[in-house]
């Protein structure tokens, strides 16, 4: 049976756009119209999933349930899933779980009650499979952040390979003594980011020291950073580099590395994750790995209407590209050994 | 006729425990309960505004219409109105409106299809008379700004006496030549700011020159700060002060300052304002008027439930208390004038 995503490749359109004409929700040019008119005679689709879908307590919102709103990682995901669910005639509603279990279960019981339609999980903790319990019922993805052995649709980038991207780029100047700031939370990427690490270490034949990895806050908080980073630095020998796992923890560190008066980077190479704005406020503006927040954003709302259209072929995984950007808080070693 | 807040004074508890004990919403101890019902006792209190409210399509939901995310001074209040909501065993949900009046229309929207029971509206622009249409029939509460003759309940701070306070500070200190980053936008907390401005440089015998008034982004954003106070410094004479209305602007300015070559505050004083995490990350810690943005949310949730139990008495303003805080980005002008 013909689905809305076939009409829409047949017509040449996007799904958004034969839904809004299904659902007379904007506005379609007659062309448009009459392609997606014959492409549904053409393929006999029968709108009735979407029918099915259009019930009457069908909400028209999208729940993004966010642990936090204040990181601005976090900030351009909401950007990009709010303009993505205003194209396809939704609305995108926030709740903020502050990090709390109970939080993130009050909020997918409006799923229940049909308050949303689908939801979007920012940051689950790797040990997610109880979320099975409303996956099998309603449409979920997730972003940044998911189970590894749990089947539920999600969006991020390979942040495996973005760590060995980093590690290689700091061996490469030289650096020997590698320092990590991971973070207490339970998240794949830092499982993976911190795994990167150990590889990377392996690989080359460098030691990994338990004393140059130490665990920030769970948020990132700069404060954290900083205070991690003082406590790296007082290690000996002291490091040469510190790898963050984001981009305020870096900022914490340099903060840190400056106000032992010490030099990024002459002294101490730092290097961030995410790339978001405070990168480029003060100098030295952080080396980082950028993540496209925002196309992340919309890929997880797009994901999350295939599943909401019961599209048949809904990706369980989609992952988009990093890049290294290499700017002014990397350089080689002061001393080579 | 008695309300849930007479019951509450009388049994010496607050609204939200007679709620939640009326509504089966959470634990309440066996003592509280007595207390309560004897209270419903003696002050004959019906139920039945509760009653009404609490219809079928009641959401129990709290709609948060926010113009960014990013922004710190925003991602507190939403914090306050969460906790708020949660203790009154609502959900807030946080809808983006990108600053797109068109946005804010599709959020109110939600009300009439008893998504939400009401609405908080943060950074409304003077001109907002169109909301009476919605504040007419459901609950809204606007929180930092609103319409001075719009009749719709309030919370913010006095920021024309905040200004003053500045202001006072800064001519104190000796300063004369003062300018100030405002901002395009079109929000009250602007307006009084820069009557605050232009009136204690008037009542000081100082004069206010228009090439000492810069507007910034309608938003705030580091970059226009920074770029706004290049151009103010390029003006002759320099002046010895900088006054922002926003700490992510005075972000910006210190930056500008220190690219230029100059110092802060030796050469240039810069004030903030708001009181956000960005202030003391960097040295100079910034001096800032802090806004007690937490409990501004608590406020804004509280005056809402207010309206939302059809309470009789509901503050049309409630003003909050701001603070100076004193720190590293000011101090008297080199050159006394």
């Known amino acids: 049976m013909a689905t809305m995503a076939d009409v829409a ?14 659902n007379n929700l904007g506005v379609v040019s007659p062309e448009t119209a009459a392609r997606v008119y014959a492409a549904i005679e053409k393929l006999s689709y029968e709108p009735n999933l979407l029918a099915r879908n259009l019930r009457k307590n069908e909400s028209r919102v999208i729940l993004i349930l966010s642990p936090n709103i204040t990181n601005p990682y976090y900030a351009h995901i909401l950007s990009g899933i709010g303009d993505a669910a205003a194209e396809l005639g939704y609305s995108a509603l926030i709740f903020n779980t502050a990090d709390d279990p109970a939080r993130v279960r009050e909020g997918l019981e ?44 999600h969006v991020s980038i390979d942040n495996y390979r973005a760590t060995r991207d980093i590690m290689e780029y700091l061996i490469g100047l030289g650096h020997r003594r590698i320092a990590h700031i991971s973070s207490e939370n339970d998240y794949i990427s830092t499982s993976l980011r911190l795994k990167g690490y150990r590889d990377a270490l392996a690989e080359h034949g460098l030691t990994s020291r338990d004393d140059y990895i130490i665990y920030a806050s769970r948020d990132y908080s700069f404060k954290s950073g900083k205070a991690k980073a003082r406590e790296l630095l007082a290690v000996e020998p002291r490091p040469t580099a510190i790898f963050c796992i984001s981009d305020t923890l870096a900022l914490g560190a340099i903060t840190a590395v400056k106000e032992m008066g010490l030099r990024v980077p002459q002294d101490v190479t730092v290097i961030g994750f995410d790339d978001v704005e405070h990168t480029t406020m003060f100098h030295p503006y952080i080396t980082t790995v950028a993540q496209p927040c925002y196309e992340m954003g919309k890929e ?38």
Do not use: F
């Open 300 to 337: 997880s709302a797009r994901l999350l209407y295939a599943l909401m259209m019961q599209e048949k072929q809904v990706p369980r995984q989609s992952i988009l590209e990093h890049r290294l950007i290499v700017r002014e808080s990397t350089s080689p070693p002061a001393e080579l050994e």
């Open 9 to 22: 490749r047949e017509a040449g359109v996007s799904v958004a756009t034969v839904s809004r004409l299904l």
């Open 110 to 153: 409006m799923l229940k009650k049909h308050r949303a339609d689908g939801a979007i999980l920012m940051a689950s903790d790797m040990n997610c499979a109880w979320l099975l319990e409303y996956a099998d019922e309603y449409p979920l993805v997730q972003c940044s952040e998911y189970g590894p052995d749990v089947d539920i649709p």
